[in-house]
């Protein structure tokens, strides 16, 4: 097992496309993530999250483009990919009619585990995600939270280099998405392996995630530690929601100096800026002499939905809404395409 402190690369994407008749999902996209990093895929439901996962996982071709995972090639060594890495999905692969200890017990012997590794190992992924005095109820009768950890145990049972977790906490309740989390941190510090997820959770990625990748239509449009994310946009954030038309106001506060960046969205007008709650009587009184009323100001520290909004001009739920017409598009093509 890699240890936290390799500088090799356990994943390395070049100029990777997928298109679905005339839709691109995945955009020409590259980047690496190091051995033993947990490294995240941050973007709206639809922006192409799952579909580069279940590339690197070789479950779908690309159309374009190339890729390693753990040193294997994705279209030339698809055996040895396969046998390096775990995957959880976003939909639950359980049999609930089985117990968890059963459920683990299939899995080792798809991977060809003899029964005395298949027993020792099964042990000890129950017990990594505490569900060992679990191991004889049927699952349909586990928690959510319960679920999601078994799946994890499951995808870590033959000890992959790499494990995929595509939207890992999608569903549950936010205290039981923390519990995830705490697994999912100890797991990657704790035995080393390198671990790649998708989220559309701005406060997820933020706290796992050494490193991410933003990605908006398939397209990676910033990728970072989400510190140096937030620093892009530095100072404060101030955001003043607008009564009716802005007018010229965008425009006059642009030509401001202390402001560093200025994003239009609707009827809000999000700024930062140094010494943010100094600067908010001025902005207030430039609104007032457009006859520009404003509604509500709001002042925090740059988050990463601040930096997804400077990225891309919108929010993640708007992009989201986007993405729900566009899946749509992209499944009528794919009919299509079946038909002919």
Sequence with gaps: MPSKNDTTDAISVDRLT???????????????????????????????????????????????????????????????????????????????????????????????????????????????VELRDKADVLVEKYSGGMKRRLEIARGLIHRPTVLFLDEPTLGLDAQTRRHIWEYIKKLNTESGVTIILTTHYMEEADYLCERLAIIDFGKIVAGDSPERLKDILGGDVVSIELEGDSGNLAALLE??????????????????????????????????????????????????????????????????????????????????????
């Design 255 to 340: 030509k401001e100096d202390w402001i560093r960046t200025l994003t239009r969205h609707n009827n809000c007008i999000s700024m930062t800026m140094e010494k943010g709650e100094r600067r908010i009587p001025r902005i207030i009184q430039t609104a007032q002499a457009e006859g520009v009323t404003v509604g509500c100001v709001n002042l925090h520290k740059p988050s990463l939905e601040d930096v997804f909004l400077h990225f891309t001009g919108r929010t993640i739920r708007d992009q989201e809404a986007s993405q729900s017409e566009r899946n749509k598009f992209m499944m009528r093509g794919h009919m299509r395409g079946r038909r002919r």
């Design 18 to 128: 997928k298109r679905f008749q005339d839709v691109v999902a995945v955009d020409n996209i590259s980047f690496t993530v190091r051995s033993g990093e947990l490294f995240g895929l941050l973007g709206p439901n639809g922006a192409g999250k799952t579909t580069i996962i279940n590339m690197l996982a070789t479950l779908l071709k690309p159309t374009s483009g190339r890729a390693e995972v753990a040193g294997f090639d994705i279209l030339t060594k698809k055996d040895e990919v396969r046998r390096s890495i775990g995957v959880v999905f976003q939909e639950m692969a359980l049999d609930v009619k089985l117990t968890g200890k059963e459920n683990l017990e299939f899995h080792a012997m798809m991977y060809g585990m003899e029964k005395s590794l298949r027993r020792a190992r099964i042990d000890e992924v129950l017990a990594l």
